[in-house]
């Protein structure tokens, strides 16, 4: 008897203690870098609690209202005009930052993406037609790297405009919703005619358009990872299938097969819901990194990359996996110059030199994209003696990474740290540098065939 009460005592000290560790109720900031790692751009204030796992199915579109954005130059925390107070979900041109994307409104209005120049100081309505605002809820956008095009995610079927003319057009069949999809992918192009002179009016003589937005797909939540690469030709989305109970995940080629070519499926994993966020990071063509916590075709769950070869006439999708290993994984992005992977896991199964993982709560591993070997960990950051604040405990869960290109030999990580702020209450956005040995070459060895589909934005 008293054996037993001691074993139900060590389960009930477990069940409790867990929670603090690698349960917790979390909050998310999601911080983006830029390419030279001299800006974090990060939302303010949480949009809700949970698991992160769980983000995209506690986010309904009526609960994204004020929430904030703060931008980072060089670790100083920069003011940001008041209209910005309300703004959510933002994300930057990577190259420097020049033009920030967002969504604001709410408060029984539908929520609008918008777009800052910072060099010109102006708020350009993303979501709109013949300069009107859109008539039901925009939002979670990507700018690509030099600020061209955006994409983002709506419920108004209204904004399909391809001629430019500030009328809708009818929406495609393959970017008609469905029960299951019922939210619309949306590019915005700023510079039809590629003069690198964004949002002009329409030719007077010829009637051609400078800016028109396209319907190219349909997605299931608007958190399912929605991605656009670095030069604004690919991205990358997911469907649920609730009859299978299986999440698809979708590439495409939106720019030179709008009309002719499906998207390109490049993952048969049947995932559950707590492994939906944050999977897709498609960078300089159709280069996809994602999760699988469950396992498929043999092999372990992990973190795997995906090369879609559009240069043929059946487009393909190689998948080579980066770690196959014992954890939950979630949040893989890739850097701007695809020279490393970034993702957190729980795993305590990845070797680097001289670190081992038993903590049991999240850390972020980089990997060499050539290589495919892991070149750097929060495992070297924590508990430094004179280390930069805030410090890194042994248990403190590091998630939601952001990568830098290589800077020298040097690369620039941000991530979120969910030890709370005691004067905030929020969680942290921490950024380190780190040198990384040896330095990696872009992904010659994995890129069959893109430079001859790849049309090169100016």
């Not at 979900?89 to 910072?118: A, E, K, W």
Request: with cysteine; hydrophobic share 40%.
């Amino acid at each position: 008897m008293r054996t037993w009460l001691i074993l139900v005592g060590v389960v009930l000290v477990a069940l409790t203690l867990a929670p603090l560790q690698t349960q917790q109720v979390f909050q998310f900031r999601l911080p983006v870098i830029s390419d030279d790692g001299s800006e974090v751009l990060y939302q303010a204030i949480p949009v809700t609690a949970g698991q992160p796992t769980l983000d995209v199915f506690q986010m309904p579109p009526n609960a994204m209202t004020t929430l904030g954005m703060r931008l980072f130059l060089n670790g100083i925390p920069i003011v940001l005009p008041g209209q910005f107070q309300d703004a959510a979900r933002p994300h930057f041109s990577v190259s420097q930052g020049f033009h920030i994307v967002y969504m604001r409104g709410g408060n029984g209005t539908p929520l609008q993406v918008f777009l800052y120049d910072r060099q010109k100081g102006q708020e350009i309505l993303i979501s709109g037609i013949g300069g009107n605002p859109g008539t039901n809820h925009s939002v979670c956008p990507r700018v690509n790297k030099n600020g061209r095009v955006i994409l983002f995610v709506s419920l108004d079927q209204g904004l399909h405009d391809p001629d430019g003319d500030g009328n809708p057009n009818p929406l495609p069949t393959y970017a008609t919703p469905t029960t299951t999809a019922q939210w619309i992918i949306y590019v915005h192009d700023r510079d039809l005619d590629g003069n690198s002179v964004y949002d002009e009016p329409p030719d007077p003589l010829t009637g051609q358009p400078k800016v028109a937005t396209f319907a190219v797909a349909v997605a299931s939540s608007p958190y399912v990872a929605l991605s656009l690469d670095t030069g604004g030709t690919y991205i990358a989305y997911q469907v649920y299938n609730p009859s299978t109970r299986i999440w698809g995940l979708f590439v495409k080629d939106w720019r030179n097969n709008i009309f002719t070519d499906p998207p390109i499926a490049v993952s048969p994993v049947a995932f559950s819901a707590p492994s939906v966020i944050g999977i897709v990071q498609p960078v300089s063509g159709a280069l996809v990194a994602f999760t699988a916590n469950t396992a498929f075709n043999g092999n372990r769950a992990g973190v795997w990359l995906a090369e879609v070869d559009f240069s043929l006439s059946t487009p393909l999708a190689t998948l080579r996996p980066i770690s196959l290993n014992n954890g939950v994984n979630g949040a893989p992005v890739i850097s701007p110059d695809a020279s490393a992977l970034a993702f957190h896991t729980t795993a305590s199964d990845i070797v680097m030199p001289n670190l081992s993982d038993r903590n049991g709560v999240d850390d972020i591993y980089v990997f060499d994209l050539v290589t495919l070997t892991p070149i750097w960990s929060t495992l070297m950051v924590r508990n430094l003696l004179a280390g930069p604040l805030p410090p890194v405990g042994t248990f403190d869960p590091c998630v939601h990474p952001s990568l830098s290109s290589l800077v020298g030999n040097n690369m620039f990580i941000a991530f979120e740290h969910w030890l709370r702020n005691p004067a905030t209450g929020q969680s942290q956005i921490i950024i380190r540098k780190a040198q990384i040995q040896p330095t990696s070459n872009l992904l010659f060895s994995l890129r069959p065939g893109r430079a001859r589909r790849y049309v090169p934005m100016r």
